[in-house]
């Protein structure tokens, strides 16, 4: 599969087609379709037809420098469930949640933080601000007491979808070990 930037088309094999409701008119589906499927509003009901799985969608995805779907949420180009925001970092409801609160923060600039495995010393500040943001998200959202996770997935294996370093905030539920 040849996946340049987020916006260019994805080569699909036959077999998984039907997985993207490809057409034979349409064997192309670019893969901003596929990722904007997990982030349209958080209040529609029924989830479109050519959601992909979190582990495809990671297994698409090609680390770039081009613009993402955080990008055009941050730009506010698409809507989100914003719960927080300053000049550094954004939050918002995953519409896709794993647990009763389930939210993404992320930095507003990438500056090549790509993922945490692209972090440099120069990204230390920004690093300190995402973790210490999640704690107010989490007492905003009631979940100091019983206790919340705080998950960054990382590169294919780690199920990273989107190239644009963000935690998820989870709570509201007991927590397994270990996980995925």
């Not at 939050?91 to 609160?101: G, H, L």
Request: aromatic share 4%.
């Amino acid at each position: 599969m040849v996946l340049m930037c987020l916006t260019n088309k994805v080569d699909i094999p036959t077999n998984k087609k039907k997985l993207y409701d490809m057409s034979e008119e349409n064997p192309n589906k670019s893969r901003l379709q596929i990722l904007t499927a997990h982030f349209t509003t958080h209040h529609q009901k029924k989830k479109p037809a050519a959601m992909a799985s979190e582990k495809e969608a990671a297994l698409l995805a090609v680390p770039s420098d081009s613009p993402t779907i955080f990008d055009k949420i941050i730009n506010k180009e698409i809507p989100a469930n914003i719960v927080y925001e300053d000049d550094k970092v954004l939050a918002f409801r995953d519409i896709n949640p794993q647990a009763p609160v389930h939210i993404l923060l992320m930095p507003k600039v990438r500056d090549g933080l790509t993922g945490l495995s692209k972090a440099e010393e120069k990204h230390c500040e920004i690093l300190g601000q995402l973790l210490y943001t999640a704690k107010l998200v989490a007492k905003q959202e009631g979940l100091l007491e019983n206790g919340f996770r705080l998950v960054i997935n990382d590169g294919p294996s780690g199920c990273q979808s989107v190239y644009h370093l963000h935690l998820h905030l989870l709570g509201g539920r007991q927590m397994n070990w270990p996980p995925g």
